[in-house]
């Protein structure tokens, strides 16, 4: 048991005790023996051939680590190592891996502890990575959403096309120039979503790129994620479970191109479909469109056979029908002269019936009107007869009456006549020369 250090104020300790007691106390522990250590590199540079680390150690789900230590590769084993990841990985040492090295521990009393790492096994690495990709897939599963872009029907030509991918990446820069220079001269429009494609935010930022042109879903055909290539690490954000979830769930079909060699990541699986490079995604949109206009141009073709058969087949049977109206018209015909030529002959048969009929009427029509006609004058020669002797007895008789009322009005006017009334004793009384015709036109003081 190690024997306990006492300190007072009188009896302090200086700072190099302490330090010298700590690195005693981890010589004791560890030695000069070397262990395996698990950790990430959160920061990383390299000074005259050395590469000095920042290690942590982060709990799930947590970005905030809950140890760290520094971490040293002297030269001499730096290239080694380093050639050793990158060759197994496709990645150099960058900050985010998590590796499992071998190291010594060492504590100096001025620059404090440090790991000497001295190998370094990526199998591990990509192990983690392989655990990362094969956990999301069977979330992917699990939920039964694995497939659902991948089943989504691809449009028939994918004109309008929003892209996720750094603005100044050079696998976006040749998806565009493929498609540009396409020898069928076919226009596309296509709209860059800028992101990250590597590093810890890259997935959140792919994330929100989709969102975004999720909210226009209405303008566009396709989605596509390219970048250039990369080592496992590097695309490891491809694998993340929530970029792959909104790639699996997306409304519009995705199309992956970023230029992996080896495995896939996780969102080339859930994709509608993927393509090793962006100029490999571009063909893909360029043969699909091809297609398209093939398609075009064999319906064309089949349209004009087509036509032009069913113009032969009706020019036969037009052919054919006139033949067949030609010949029933010259029957119909023949049969029509055999009936108009008998029809012709009842009327010529039937017109004289009836004309002799007509005659034979208006013989006894004409000897009816003459019988009928002498019978009307002698009854009018009767009449006028009756007449002239009732017009020769009439004036007689009238001369008869008018005399005798001439005579009554002649004896009338001798009665009335003022000698006769005079005679009879009346007189004609005068006053101032004027004939006095009644009492009452008389007054009494003009006598």
Known sequence: MSELITSTKEKFLSLSAISQGIRTAIQSKFGDQLLWIVAEISEMSVRKGHCYL???????????????????????????????????????????????????????????????????????????????????????????IFNNNRLLPFPLVPQRIAAISARDSRGYEDFINKLETNSKGYKFEVDLYPSLLQGEKAAGEMVDRLIRIFNNKEKYDLVVIVRGGGGAIDLNCFNDYRLSRAVARFPIPVLTGIGHTTNKSVIDEVAHADAITPTDAADFILEKTANFELGLDQMMLGIRDAFESGMAAEALRLKELSSEIRTSVEQRLQHENYYVEGSAAQIRNFSMNTLNQARSNLGVAVRELSYKTQQKIIRGEMLIQEKFKVLHSLPQALLKVAGLKLSRQEGIIQTLDPVNVLKRGFSITLHNGKAIKSAESVQPEQF
């Not at 520094?70 to 990841?85: A, D, L, Y």
């Open 54 to 144: 920042s290690l942590v150690e982060k709990l799930p789900g947590n970005s905030a680590p809950v140890c760290e230590m520094k971490g040293i590769v002297w030269s001499t084993k730096f290239e080694r190592i380093h050639t050793i990841f990158q060759k197994a990985t496709g990645n150099e040492l960058l900050s985010g891996s998590v590796i499992l090295f071998q190291a010594s521990v060492r504590f100096d009393v001025k620059w404090g502890l440090s790991l000497i790492v001295e190998d370094i096994e990526p199998k591990y690495t990509i192990g983690l990575l392989q655990q990362e990709r094969d956990k999301t897939i069977a979330a992917l599963r699990e939920e039964g």
